[in-house]
C-alpha cells in the first residue's frame, strides 16, 4: 500500500479564516479524495481530486467552501474556506492506486475552529 | 440516500471469543466491500475487502457476502484485547471507487 502524509497533523484556527490541508503520496496513484469525520460520527466524502481538472463534489459540498487542488499524481491540497465551529473535524485524504477498488487513508488533519 | 447501517454497539466479547459484526447497505448496484478498522484519534486501517458473495478469510478474520440479502458481515476468530476498535462498513457507491461508509460498530474485548 501507498504512504501517505497529511499535514498539518491538527491546528486550531479562528472562525473567517481558511486552511489549506497537504497530502503527499510516495507513488503515484490513480484517484485521491478527502473525507471529513465529524465528532463521534463516521466518514463523509467531500470530493474526488481530480489530476489536472475540476475536483468532483459530493452533494453538500461546494468548491467555495471546499477548494481542492491535485497538480499531480502524488499530491493534492484541500482548503477549508471561511471556517467556522461547525467545520471542526477530521479531515482525512485517500488513494486509490492501480484497479484495486481499494482506499488507502492518510494520518488525518485533526481541526478545530474556535 | 444511499444507506449503509451498523449496529453502533458497544459490541463487547471475552478475550478468545468470536465478534461477529454486521452491516446492511441500501444500494443494489454496490461491487465493493470493505472493513476498515479505526482505533480512536488514528485514522481507518483496512482489514478486509470482498466483492463476491460467500466468505473469504484472511488470517483471523473472516468477510462474509451476501448480495441478496444485502449485508456484509467481519467475524474475528480469537479476540484480543487489541482488536478494541470501531470497524467501519464501507460499500462502494454506482461510480464504483467513492465509499459510502456505516457510522462503524464500536468492538470491545475484555480480558
Known amino acids: 500500500s501507498a504512504v501517505i502524509s497529511q499535514k498539518p497533523s491538527r491546528d486550531i484556527c479562528q472562525r473567517g479564516t481558511s486552511l489549506t490541508i497537504q497530502c503527499q503520496v510516495d507513488?503515484?496513484?490513480?484517484?485521491m479524495f478527502w473525507y471529513r469525520q465529524q465528532p463521534g460520527q463516521s466518514l463523509t466524502l467531500i470530493a474526488t481530486?481530480?489530476?489536472?481538472?475540476?475536483?468532483?463534489?459530493e452533494s453538500g459540498f461546494v468548491i467555495d467552501k471546499f477548494p481542492i487542488s491535485r497538480p499531480n499524481l502524488t499530491f493534492s491540497t484541500l482548503t477549508v474556506s471561511n471556517m467556522s465551529p461547525e467545520d471542526s473535524s477530521i479531515y482525512l485524504c485517500?488513494?486509490?492506486?492501480?484497479?484495486?477498488?481499494?482506499?488507502?487513508f492518510g494520518p488525518g488533519t485533526r481541526l478545530t475552529v474556535l | 440516500q444511499k444507506e449503509v447501517e451498523q449496529n453502533s454497539g458497544p459490541l463487547s466479547v471475552p478475550e478468545g471469543a468470536i465478534a461477529s459484526l454486521n452491516c446492511t447497505y441500501s444500494?443494489?448496484?454496490?461491487?465493493?466491500f470493505f472493513w476498515y478498522r479505526q482505533y480512536s484519534g488514528k485514522s481507518p486501517e483496512l482489514i478486509m475487502f470482498?466483492?463476491?458473495?460467500g466468505d473469504k478469510e484472511d488470517g483471523r478474520f473472516t468477510a462474509q457476502l451476501n448480495k441478496a440479502s444485502q449485508y456484509v458481515s467481519l467475524l474475528i476468530r480469537d479476540s484480543q484485547p487489541s482488536d478494541s476498535a470501531t470497524y467501519l462498513c464501507?460499500?462502494?457507491?454506482?461510480?464504483?471507487?467513492?465509499?459510502?461508509f456505516g457510522k462503524g460498530t464500536s468492538l470491545l474485548v475484555t480480558p
Open positions: 470482498i466483492y463476491s458473495n
Open positions: 485517500s488513494v486509490k492506486a492501480g484497479g484495486s477498488d481499494t482506499q488507502y
Open positions: 464501507a460499500v462502494t457507491d454506482d461510480s464504483g471507487y467513492a465509499l459510502n
Open positions: 481530486a481530480n489530476q489536472g481538472s475540476e475536483a468532483t463534489y
Open positions: 507513488s503515484q496513484v490513480t484517484m
Open positions: 444500494d443494489r448496484g454496490s461491487q465493493s
